[in-house]
């Protein structure tokens, strides 16, 4: 009985190292992932030396060691999860709820990207039922504020396109061809004569009423040469019936004979 007690415990305590060591890869491997540079590499062992204590049950110090990890200025919204989620055991909820709302900020703005939802797949519970209504609120607010920024950015467009279809286009220059009088400034300006100071001022002539030219129907004289003319058209009328006449006589002589 007593070696069966015996045997138990050194299952009990290897299947426990075996699950510290898996914790201690999983959390190596999220910090590899989401730190892969070297100046870095302190705030992610502060980050995975908190995760460690806080599954080990360590409350307090797990707050500790994130507490340091955030005063060194990082930016990793896991951090505030786990400090919180310490919080939440130690009995702190105020200052819980404060490193929840945090961390979901810092999360939503999508500053790195950081493996969130695998390190959290281990806290289940109340807890975690606490952490996701902050994540799910940031989110919110984060579409709400893309949408604003998106109405202002078209009302903003809406407004300059008026100011944009006034502007006017600029205006071009095009060179002047050598001797050619009708572009403009070509010519040269010729300077107005000015009488000399005390002369008479020389008084224009009328110009002389202009003839009308012949056969201008518009002259002083289209009446008279309209009237002569239907005189002729009479005259060479009664000739060619005279001529008519003449001709009947003839013919009717010719008749008889």
């Not at 999983?26 to 995760?51: H, Q």
């Not at 400090?83 to 900020?105: H, T, V």
């Not at 060479?236 to 001709?247: P, Y």
Request: charged content about 30%.
């Amino acid at each position: 009985m007593a070696g069966w007690s015996v045997g138990g415990l050194r299952g009990f305590v290897l299947a426990r190292g075996v699950a510290i060591a898996a914790v201690g890869i999983a959390v190596a491997m999220d910090v590899r992932a989401a730190v892969p540079t070297i100046e870095s590499l302190p705030l992610a062992a502060t980050y995975g030396n908190g995760v460690h204590s806080y599954f080990a049950g360590d409350y307090s110090r797990t707050y500790e060691d994130l507490s340091q990890a955030i005063e060194a200025g990082t930016t990793d919204p896991r951090v505030w999860y786990f400090r919180g989620l310490a919080a939440l055991k130690l009995g702190r909820l105020d200052e819980a709820e404060a490193d929840f709302a945090a961390g979901a900020a810092r999360e939503a703005d999508g500053v790195g990207t950081w493996p969130v939802g695998r390190s959290l797949e281990r806290v289940q519970g109340c807890d975690r039922l606490k952490l996701e209504r902050h994540r799910v609120r940031a989110r919110v607010a984060s579409v709400v504020e893309s949408h604003r920024r998106n109405e202002l950015r078209y009302l903003d467009r809406e407004r300059a396109e008026p100011e944009v279809l006034r502007s006017r286009r600029p205006t071009t220059v095009r060179p002047q061809a050598e001797g050619n009088p009708f572009e403009e400034g070509g010519a040269e300006a010729v300077p107005a004569t000015e009488p000399a100071a005390g002369a008479p001022a020389e008084e224009m002539p009328e110009p002389a009423a202009e003839a009308p030219a012949a056969g201008d129907a518009f002259g002083a004289d289209a009446g008279a040469a309209g009237a002569a003319k239907g005189e002729q058209n009479e005259e060479l009328a009664a000739e060619r019936e005279d001529v008519a006449g003449q001709r009947d006589q003839q013919a009717e002589r010719e008749a008889v004979e």
